[in-house]
């Protein structure tokens, strides 16, 4: 249910199909920022509903999910967004595409949490009070309204990452890209920030450091500087990357390894 | 946070932010037209009566005056000294007024109220082709960030002296601002990422 029609856009015609299967493909896509090689002969194709990416620091992987929403658009090679040449999907991506980032504090731009959550529905044209109506309406949804007019400074981490959450939700993205999003949670926060992003019915892309977070998710991609090292069922690639730190820990010890 | 809103039902909560402001507007102005000290001692239990309707959270608020006392004070020695006590009283009564009633307006008034009501000043933008809106969002961004920054500066001052001992340093001035940048590419990055300053409508 749209809690909001959404504007048509008389002036550019939509190039994006929200419901596009697959959603992503890339073809020998690379990016380059500064002369430095970030990402490289990227070719795959993303139509799964619970993708993981794993690496280590470095590796690429931020940089990689930025592509997916257009804050990254790769220098070689193609990449197709939703049906569409992603330089031509770029300017609806915000709409399609939720976007959560590894520090809460860097994302609410509003002091209280209804505001927060209402800055969304005033993003795809609604007036003020609609907004605000909206944004009440859809926190008791997910059964946060006693959170409605807290300010977000005062909320848990958890709570923060939660409104973060909701706060890209409430624009009704199909597909959800979340950058670290557990990384300064605690074990229980954690455990339920994942259980809620999995009963969600948005498409997920996930980059996690904690190898138990992919838990239910369909596939997993390891990148390793800036290239895919390994793509399949989560199992199989957890075990090898598992493998290869404890590999690297046995073979390298200069400080250049960490 | 600075942001001084208190959260509450009130009737001053219900009054349309535009209307506070227009009415504290007003009584600044009309107020220095007055030169009754009385009239000034009854405006300033006004205002503390409306601190007191607000309940005990409400009277709370009333700690803003010790960060101004010092100035006052100040203002209070120059009049004695220069033997203009009662212009004195006069300015020190007005000033808390003021100063009181501006903070009943913020205490009471959400951001994006606030905002709202001021949008319609940063109109004559629009004429040389920059967005109202852009500077609202301006001013939001400044008040939610602006406490932010204090505690970022906190944390460097802590590393400072978990390694030195010494507690503060001019030094470590290029730090924050380093991380001020960094820090605002985030947050411009996060505010990209759903749609930019000018919405998804346009």
């Known amino acids: ?258 | 946070m600075i942001s001084v809103y208190l959260q509450g039902d009130s009737w001053a909560h219900q009054v349309p932010a535009g209307l506070k402001l227009l009415a504290v507007a007003l009584a600044s102005l009309a107020l220095f037209q007055v030169t009754s000290l009385w009239v000034y001692l009854i405006c300033l239990c006004v205002v503390l009566l409306c601190y007191a309707s607000l309940g005990r959270a409400g009277l709370a608020q009333l700690k803003l005056l010790r960060a101004l006392s010092f100035f006052l004070v100040l203002l209070a020695l120059m009049h004695w000294y220069s033997d203009t006590l009662h212009d004195g009283a006069l300015a020190i009564v007005r000033l808390l007024t003021m100063v009181l009633a501006a903070n009943f307006v913020s205490v009471t008034t959400r951001m994006d109220d606030m905002m709202a009501a001021v949008q319609p000043l940063f109109r004559p933008l629009a004429l040389v082709g920059l967005s109202p809106r852009k500077a609202a969002l301006g001013v939001t961004l400044v008040l939610r960030f602006a406490p932010h920054m204090l505690v970022v500066y906190g944390m460097l001052r802590e590393a400072w002296r978990a390694r030195t001992g010494s507690r503060n340093s001019w030094r470590l001035l290029a730090p924050f601002a380093i991380q001020s940048l960094r820090m605002s590419d985030n947050v411009a990055e996060a505010l990209k990422a759903r749609g930019g300053a000018d919405g998804l409508s346009a």
């Open chain 1, 1 to 258: 249910m749209a809690l909001w029609p959404q504007k048509k856009n008389r002036n550019r015609p939509r190039v994006c199909d929200p419901d596009a299967r697959p959603y992503a493909v890339f073809d020998g896509a690379g990016l380059t920022i500064g002369g430095k090689q970030i990402l490289q002969g990227l070719t795959l194709t993303l139509q799964e509903d619970r993708i993981g990416v794993i690496g280590l620091n470095g590796s690429g992987k931020s940089s990689f999910v930025r592509l997916l929403n257009g804050l990254r658009s790769p220098s070689d090679g193609t990449l197709a967004l939703f049906g569409a040449p992603s330089a031509q999907a770029e300017p609806e991506l915000p709409r399609h595409v939720g976007f959560v980032f590894q520090n809460p504090d860097h994302q609410a731009i509003f002091p209280t949490v209804e505001e927060e959550i209402a800055f969304g529905l005033t993003q795809l044209g609604a007036g003020k009070d609609e907004s605000r109506r909206g944004a009440r309406t859809f926190l008791a949804q997910h059964g946060c309204e006693q959170l409605a007019d807290r300010p977000i400074s005062e909320l848990s981490e958890g709570q923060k990452q939660l409104i973060c959450i909701l706060a890209v939700l409430v624009m009704e993205p199909s597909l959800l890209v979340l950058d670290e999003p557990m990384t300064s949670l605690d074990a229980l926060a954690s455990r339920r920030i994942r259980d809620k992003l999995l009963s969600l019915p948005q498409k997920i892309v996930m980059v996690s450091h904690d190898l138990d977070h992919f838990d239910g998710f369909d596939r997993l991609l390891w990148l390793e500087e800036g290239r895919l090292r390994m793509d399949g069922d989560p199992d199989t690639v957890r075990e090898a990357y598992r493998r290869d730190v404890a590999l690297r820990l046995g073979s390298e010890q200069e400080p250049a390894a960490l």
